[in-house]
């Protein structure tokens, strides 16, 4: 099936430090979804912006859309050692399947 | 704050067995998914439930695997026989409305399986 790609694949950064990452997809999206999720447990959801949107803030999260280039952007600022998690990015075109992204990890040092 | 319920947290088989997975989703909740997430890799829809009827199952194996939410509420999915490649993680979400379109959606903590 389908998945969006997302880079990088891994990333780490000191505590403090913003980390951006990105997801590109292929198909016309209705909307893009970020999601969380910490080591061996489920999905939590963190965002989301529509198709007609370009830019959405939420709390140290600003996520990005750029439908021209089919990608998106997530950035977390002022990063901590508690946002060590792998994110996802998820989207629905076509239907209502939602389909999700490769996933970065990111890892935050004290 | 509610919370989708799924069990059992971790399941370690051997080949040819029969395992299950239940999830319990949040309730009030129509929309039931039941997703597989290979290690390393994003998840992958399995099947999406509205109420207690299948509207997407065309990424289930359907040889081996079957899923039922028989009153429209919880939902089991079932391996038989389990083969080595469906070591993974099997995660349970569910959403309010129909679709992803505009939906977040909750998960569950997911069931590991291992299969030996």
């Known amino acids: 099936s389908q998945q969006g790609e997302e880079d990088p694949q891994a990333l780490s950064i000191q505590e403090g430090e913003n980390a951006t990452m990105n997801c590109s997809y292929k198909t016309s999206i209705n909307n893009l979804q970020w999601y969380r999720q910490n080591s061996g447990r489920g999905l939590v959801h963190l965002i989301l912006i529509r198709s007609n949107e370009r830019e959405k803030h939420s709390g140290r999260l600003r996520v990005t859309l750029d439908t021209s280039k089919k990608s998106s952007s997530l950035l977390i600022t002022a990063s901590r050692a508690a946002d060590t998690a792998s994110y996802f990015c998820?989207?629905?075109?076509?239907?209502?399947?939602?389909?999700f992204g490769t996933g970065t990890q990111l890892k935050v040092e004290l | 704050e509610a919370e989708v319920a799924q069990s059992p947290r971790y399941k370690i088989t051997e080949k040819s067995q029969a395992v299950a997975f239940w999830c319990d989703p949040i309730?009030?909740?129509?929309?039931l998914y039941w997703y597989r997430q290979i290690l390393g890799q994003g998840p992958e829809l399995l099947v999406q439930?509205?109420?207690?009827?299948?509207?997407?199952d065309s990424q289930l194996p359907k040889d081996r695997f079957s899923a039922e939410r028989l009153k429209g509420v919880d939902s089991t999915l079932k391996i038989q026989p389990a083969e080595l490649g469906d070591s993974a993680m099997y995660l349970c979400?569910?959403?309010?409305?129909?679709?992803?379109?505009?939906?977040?959606?909750?998960f569950g903590s997911g069931t590991q399986l291992s299969v030996l």
């Open positions: 979400a569910s959403s309010s409305t129909f679709g992803g379109t505009n939906e977040k959606l909750f």
């Open positions: 309730s009030g909740h129509a929309t």
């Open positions: 998820a989207f629905t075109g076509g239907g209502n399947k939602l389909t």
């Open positions: 439930f509205q109420d207690e009827s299948v509207v997407d």
